[in-house]
């Protein structure tokens, strides 16, 4: 049975647990001989963790936002930019059928095959699709 979860997220997680899912990007030995550079990055990582920096590039929402003057992440605002885009072409009445489709996951089949059972799932649509005519393909991941 599926655990309901309740409440906030979780705190911050410790400093080795921080460490372990930092350095899991960089197991492979040819980062070895940059360990002490990937140290002072973790330092720097750990300290924009601990201060909560979780979009430290941002810019006031402006105008179609209930509060204009809030600061916004630059690539949120620039990914619903480029879905906005897509949905306007989409909507051209005189462009083929088609179905866009947006994969928000981190990973990807290229990045982790093994992880990303939504993209396979995706895939597998896309296949299907494509074996349509009438179906224009269009990804935008």
């Known amino acids: 049975m ?3 979860r309740k409440g906030q997220a979780p705190g911050q997680i410790e400093r080795a647990a921080f460490h372990e899912r930092f350095m899991d990007s960089y197991r492979d030995p040819a980062f070895r001989s940059e360990a002490d550079a990937l140290a002072r990055i973790e330092v720097i990582a750990w300290k924009a963790y601990q201060e909560g920096r979780k979009a430290p590039v941002t810019r006031k929402a ?3 936002f209930a509060d ?3 600061e916004l992440s630059v690539d949120w ?3 619903r930019d480029r879905i906005a885009q ?3 072409n989409w909507s051209l009445p005189d462009t083929p059928s088609r ?3 947006i994969n928000g996951s981190r990973a990807t089949m290229a990045a982790v095959p093994a992880r990303c059972p939504r ?5 597998n649509w896309r296949a299907r699709c494509s074996k349509r005519s009438r179906c224009r393909r269009t ?3």
């Open 2 to 4: 599926t655990e309901v």
């Open 62 to 64: 402006g105008p179609g």
């Open 68 to 70: 204009p003057e809030y």
């Open 77 to 79: 605002l620039e990914a």
């Open 86 to 88: 897509a949905q306007a």
């Open 99 to 101: 179905v866009l489709l």
């Open 119 to 123: 993209h396979t799932a995706s895939c």
């Open 139 to 141: 990804y935008w991941t």
